[in-house]
C-alpha cells in the first residue's frame, strides 16, 4: 500500500504524512499529484466518532479530511478520489490517531 512511500514531515508544527495519489486529483487546470495530512487535533474531529473514522467510514473521512489536507481537499475532490487513494488516506490518519504503546503490542 502506500504507507511505504508515506514520508513525515511539519506543517506549522503539526506532523504530517505524505500521500502520493495513484490518480492524480484534477481541480480545474490544476493536478493534485500528492496531499499531506496533518495530524488532526481533537477540534478537527469535532463532529465526527472516532471508531467511525478508524474503520475507513467514507461520510467520516469525507468531513475529516479537507480540515486536515494541503492542499485542502475538498467534498467534490473526495467523492472522486480513486478508492486506493481514500484508503491511503484513511491509513495515514489512522496511523496519527493509534498510540504508540499500541503500536510496540505483538500481535496474537
Known amino acids: 500500500m502506500q ?9 506549522n508544527g503539526r506532523k504530517c504524512a505524505t500521500v502520493v495519489l495513484q490518480e492524480p486529483v484534477k481541480r ?3 493536478l493534485i499529484a500528492s ?3 496533518m495530524k ?8 465526527l466518532q472516532i471508531p467511525q473514522v478508524l474503520e475507513m467510514d467514507v461520510d467520516a473521512l469525507t468531513k475529516l479530511l479537507p480540515r486536515i489536507t494541503v492542499p485542502t481537499l475538498t467534498k467534490p475532490d473526495i467523492d472522486n ?3 486506493a487513494d481514500l484508503v ?3 491509513m495515514g490518519v489512522a496511523g496519527f ?6 503500536m510496540d503490542l505483538p500481535l496474537a
Open 97 to 102: 490517531l493509534v498510540p504508540k504503546s499500541a
Open 88 to 90: 491511503a488516506c484513511a
Open 35 to 37: 496531499i499531506q495530512l
Open 3 to 11: 504507507t511505504a512511500e508515506q514520508i513525515e514531515t511539519t506543517i
Open 40 to 47: 488532526p487535533r481533537t477540534a478537527d474531529l469535532r463532529g
Open 28 to 30: 480545474g487546470e490544476t
Open 81 to 83: 478520489l480513486d478508492p
